[in-house]
């Protein structure tokens, strides 16, 4: 017995020894398998900070299938738009950033200081190194650049989308044709007012819905019907802003008109763009002045409420020089990289790589119409976008736009064979506004007063605005505030402005 049990000893140890290794081998097996299905650690962590346009992030499939075709782990920060300046600006402040940060253009200028700070990696250098980066639009990334010097990858824009939204069904009742002149746009905000073109026997609507907001709102947009120059016009060899103009004066008094009479919402001034937004949607106004872009959401959802909502869409509005539309640079924002969370060479390669993949023609158009057979379905080469569709995409596909890059131009993405009438009518217009946009003549030159003082100089022009069109002020009163905002550095903005621009001449 004793030799028995001593030669089955060893034999024993063998196979308790062979056991582990089978457990320990298949425990390696079961963690390379679960590491291949959550993402490996060896992927390269993709985070951003970027812009919701839209009530909800893309859907958990969409971005895992983004993951699965650029190879990468996805972390990104979606922070709603409304609030997205305000977030930027901390994370910049506490230096906090992702690895890429969306900055937005109307917020370029308050990052241009960490830029030349050395807060962010210059990226023109390694554009080379890639297939699409390469062939970015050289105009854009001058439009963009600062010192000579490219920051930013950028998100690409038609140079305008400006005009009307307007409900066609109180057209319809109202027997009224598309305006086609200023005077023509007030007689029909005007009748949206007064005639009940919701035909519920009470005159609770008002004409035009607008916002808190100088730019994107109506007033710039109507600003250029009336001839006013984009930002800053040459007169007598000198640079000069576009409030000293008289066209200026006749938008401000368009709009005291309108609010005077009742014909616009009474609050405007503090008006947020949601809150028009639902003015629209519920039926509580008929016009909308702004990106025609916007048209296919709020018809979305006005349908939802009233399903005989109909909506169409004017861009060229003759003012007293024939059709003007002011326009904007192409890129609507840039990607920065920051160089807090981006410690190395290698690492910022990684991120610019996982953009580069993002304009293949396999996940740009995942990323730009969803997933095939669910959002969309090919019709040769193709792409047919079904109505049935449409809010499924809204829901599940569309937040991703702002993660493309120079998507109008690029090659890769599919064409679409019958847009949703209300996206192709506003692609359309959107292209005819290229026969009369009025570019602003200082776009890519460089004031030093401008970057360090435009935020309280807009704001002088901005009050004064709101409180001619609400009469608190004159025009006198008016002019007063434009020579306060020379005094406190405008003149030397218009003098920097002035001396560049002749230079470039």
């Known amino acids: 017995m004793g030799n028995d049990s001593s030669h089955a000893r060893p034999a024993l140890i063998v196979r308790i020894l062979a056991v582990l290794l089978i457990l320990f081998l298949c425990s390696s097996c079961a963690s390379s398998t679960a590491g291949n299905k959550n993402g490996s650690s060896s992927l390269p962590v993709i985070s951003i900070m970027a812009p919701l346009h839209f009530p909800h992030p893309p859907s958990q499939e969409i971005i895992a299938e983004v993951e699965v075709l650029a190879k990468v782990k996805l972390d990104i920060n979606w922070v ?14 506490t230096n906090s950033l992702k690895k890429a940060t969306f900055v937005k253009h109307t917020d370029y200028i308050f990052v241009k200081n960490a830029i030349r700070s050395g807060s962010f990696w210059e990226i023109g250098s390694y554009l080379e190194r890639f297939p699409n980066l390469r062939h970015l639009d050289a105009d854009i990334l001058e439009q963009a650049a600062i010192d000579g010097q490219v920051f930013g990858l ?31 746009l007030y007689e029909v905000i005007k009748q949206f007012t007064l005639s009940d073109p919701d035909g519920n026997g009470q005159q609770d ?26 930002n800053w016009g040459i007169v007598d060899k000198k640079v000069i802003p576009e409030f000293e103009t008289a066209p200026y004066l006749e938008t401000m008094n368009f709009m005291k008109r309108l609010y005077d ?19 629209i949607i519920r039926g509580a106004a008929g016009v909308y002045i702004g990106s025609m872009t916007d048209v296919q959401r709020l018809s979305d959802e006005a349908k939802q409420i009233n399903p ?11 003012g007293p020089g024939g059709f003007h539309i002011w326009s904007i640079p192409n890129y609507n924002g840039l990607y920065l990289f920051s160089k807090k969370a981006i410690r190395t060479e290698a690492e910022l390669l990684e991120q610019l790589a996982f953009f580069d993949r993002t304009m293949d023609k396999e996940l740009s158009n995942l990323m730009r119409y969803g997933i095939e057979g669910k959002h969309y379905t090919l019709s040769g080469e193709q792409v047919q976008l079904p109505e049935a569709t449409s809010q499924l995409r809204v829901t599940e596909v ?20 019958e847009k949703e009438s209300m996206w192709e009518l506003a692609d359309r217009l959107s292209a005819d506004n290229n026969k009369f946009i009025v570019k602003d003549p200082t776009i890519g030159l460089e004031s030093k007063t401008y970057d360090e003082k435009s935020m309280e100089l807009n704001k002088i022009i901005s009050d004064a605005t709101y409180k001619y069109i609400l009469g ?3 025009a006198d009163g008016f002019y007063q505030e434009v020579d306060r905002w020379k005094r406190s550095g405008g003149s030397q903005m218009m003098a920097e402005y002035t001396d560049a621009y002749f230079k470039r001449e």
């Open 398 to 417: 569309n937040a991703l736009y702002p993660l493309m890059i120079a998507d109008l131009s690029n090659p890769n993405l599919l064409k679409v064979a």
């Open 472 to 474: 608190q002020i004159s």
């Open 80 to 93: 709603p738009d409304g609030i997205y300046t305000d977030k930027m600006n901390t994370a910049l402040s």
């Open 154 to 184: 950028y998100t690409e824009r038609p140079s305008s989308r400006q005009g009307i939204i307007i409900r066609e069904d109180w057209l319809d009742t109202l027997k009224l044709n598309k305006p086609e002149t200023l005077e023509d």
């Open 261 to 279: 009479e009742k014909l616009m919402n009474a609050d405007f001034a503090v008006t947020s763009k949601d809150m028009q937004r639902d003015q």
């Open 205 to 230: 609507t008002v004409g035009l819905a607008d916002r808190n907001d100088l730019v994107f709102g109506a007033f710039k947009t109507l600003s250029s019907y009336f001839g006013t120059p984009n």
């Open 308 to 318: 005989k909502a109909r909506f169409t869409l004017v861009n060229r509005i003759q």
